[in-house]
């Protein structure tokens, strides 16, 4: 069974602090996509990561695809009341013997940021 | 506005009625997904379908739960005789996939189910 464990689970900071959240598998991905999620909304793509090692800028949002393609990282720097929201991140995955691809979930990481 | 919708947005309900819930993608787009989702937590796969063909069935699906895509464009997701735990947020996504990736999600703003 393929998991992607997505940490921390919860976050609340104040504005203008750092923040890293965790995606972490032992399967490796072709690609990883992160998302992010406001209450009543669904899911918006943020980047897709695709090269191992691969580093993705979005303003102030930095994604990093680990070497190996098992784990990804998003880094936010400076964060703002309007970066709350839900950080989903979720990984492209070969099953049925590499017929198929289909994507795996993390749980989520609900942050909030406090002005 | 050519994104993905869903309707209705929101459903109440009583214990052991039936409800459907409607998604219409993005037209160009192959592939259509079907997630529940509660809140604070990521969205759990129900089921998806390449152009018309149902592709996946979760096995947290029960059989009250049935989605169809008749002609490739818009599904259909119904749940009968519902069940309190059936309460969630349904979500609805579309992408264009190759051959060699799944393509990019794009879903809709969901509905949320609430069963009394």
């Known amino acids: 069974t393929q998991l992607l464990e997505q940490s921390p689970q919860f976050l609340s900071i104040q504005e203008g602090e750092n923040l890293t959240v965790y995606c972490n598998s032992s399967?490796?991905?072709?690609?990883l996509q992160w998302y992010r999620q406001e209450p009543g909304e669904g899911p918006v793509l943020l980047v897709t990561?695709?090269?191992g090692g691969e580093v993705k800028k979005l303003k102030r949002l930095t994604f990093q695809f680990g070497d190996a393609r098992k784990d990804s990282s998003l880094h936010i720097t400076a964060a703002q009341p309007g970066d709350t929201g839900l950080y989903l991140c979720?990984?492209?995955?070969?099953?049925?013997?590499?017929?198929?691809?289909?994507?795996?979930w993390g749980l989520g990481t609900s942050l909030a940021v406090n002005p | 506005d050519t994104g993905v919708s869903q309707n209705p947005r929101h459903k109440i309900t009583k214990r052991g009625q039936n409800v459907t819930f409607r998604c219409d993608p993005i037209?160009?787009?192959?592939?259509l997904y079907w997630y529940r989702q509660t809140l604070g937590q990521g969205p759990e796969f129900l089921t998806y379908?390449?152009?018309?063909?149902?592709?996946?069935k979760s096995r947290l699906l029960s059989d009250r739960f049935s989605a169809e895509r008749p002609k490739g464009s818009f599904s259909t997701l119904e749940i009968q005789r519902t069940e309190q735990g059936d309460s969630a947020m349904y979500l609805c996504?579309?992408?264009?996939?190759?051959?060699?990736?799944?393509?990019?999600?794009?879903f809709g703003e969901g509905s949320r189910l609430t069963v009394l």
């Open positions: 996504a579309s992408s264009l996939a190759g051959a060699l990736n799944t393509g990019e999600l794009f």
């Open positions: 037209s160009e787009h192959n592939r």
């Open positions: 379908f390449q152009n018309e063909a149902q592709l996946e």
């Open positions: 399967s490796v991905f072709s690609s």
């Open positions: 990561v695709v090269t």
């Open positions: 979720a990984g492209e995955a070969l099953v049925n013997a590499g017929n198929n691809r289909k994507l795996i």
